[in-house]
Nanobody
C-alpha cells in the first residue's frame, strides 16, 4: 500500500496561485493512477483532476480546466497540483488519492488510498 501526505495549502487572494504537493511513501507512486479531489464545507467531495501512471494522460474537471495543472515525478514519488487564477469557489480541503484500477476515473469510489488533505482558502 501507499501512504500519501499533502502539503502546500494556504490562504491566497483571488487571482493568485498555489502549488500543492503530494508525497508518497511505501509502494512507489508509479503503480497508481493519481488524482486530486476537493471538499468544500457542506459539500460532497468532488473530482478535480487525475493523471495516468506514465503521465501521458490527464483529465480535468471543467471547473478547473485551463487553470490547474497536474504533474507527477515518479522518481521522487511525488505528485503536484499547480493552481493558477484561483477563485473563491476553489476554497476547499484538497486531497491526493491513489487508484489501483486501469484507467482514469472521476468517482472517489475508485481511489483506494487518500491523504489527510490540505486546506486551500481563496479570499475575494
Amino acid at each position: 500500500q501507499v501512504q500519501l501526505v499533502e502539503s502546500g495549502g494556504g490562504l491566497v487572494q483571488a487571482g493568485g496561485s498555489l502549488r500543492l504537493s503530494c508525497a508518497a511513501s511505501g509502494r512507489t507512486v508509479s503503480s497508481y493512477i493519481m488524482g486530486w479531489f476537493r471538499q468544500a464545507p457542506g459539500k460532497e467531495r468532488e473530482f478535480v483532476v487525475a493523471i495516468s501512471r506514465s503521465a501521458g494522460t490527464t483529465y480535468y474537471a471543467d471547473s478547473v480546466k485551463g487553470r490547474f495543472t497536474i504533474s507527477r515525478d515518479n522518481a521522487k514519488n511525488m505528485v503536484y497540483l499547480q493552481m493558477n487564477s484561483l477563485k473563491p469557489e476553489d476554497t476547499a480541503v484538497y486531497y491526493c488519492a491513489a487508484s489501483i484500477i486501469g484507467a482514469i476515473r472521476t468517482s472517489s469510489n475508485n481511489y483506494k488510498y487518500w491523504g489527510q488533505g490540505t486546506q486551500v482558502t481563496v479570499s475575494s
